[in-house]
């Protein structure tokens, strides 16, 4: 099974590798884009992207991530998700974080405390996408920001997704979505609603 993924940066993309991992360890990840790479106007990119990922890539699945910074996040993906060709809708799963991705990362600040070795007061509730970089490295360049994404991805592999699910309804919303796509083919995402 391949999953290609269209995404935002390097948070998303460890974000994506971390869920591969626990939710079919046997996919391949090769195939991503980053939004805004082209340099056209995003309703044509992403439809662009999309078709390239399944047809050229070959994906049997598609991931699209995006933030909804500080727009509601119902109204970012209604919007935006109209925009995913209807040709791969039935393939794409779609998530909208509110504020960003690293808001999902930190939905549990105690157990992202512990990963990062500091006490979960100091990360910020309202956006925590800064610390959230700093700390784990998604700034360096080359093998650093590697290893960051690495770390990153172990993080998600291992996480306490029941908490991410009560603690954010857009992660929650994709997690729902994620497996509804999965049922229907090749992958079994387990009930992680509740903690184990």
Known sequence: M???YYIQGAADEALVHGLAARWCPGADLGARKFRGESGISFRREIAKNLWDLRDNSRCDYLVVLTDSDENPWRDVKRREAERIPPDCRHLCVFGVAERNIECWLAADRDALAREL???AAEIPVDDPSGFVKRA??????????EEAKERVARFVTGAPLWSWI?????FQAFYEDARALAAQGKCQIRNERERD
């Open 117 to 119: 070795g500091c006490e």
């Open 136 to 145: 784990f490295g998604l700034g360096k360049r080359d093998a650093a920001r």
């Open 166 to 170: 009560r603690r954010s309804e857009s």
């Open 2 to 4: 391949r999953i290609g």
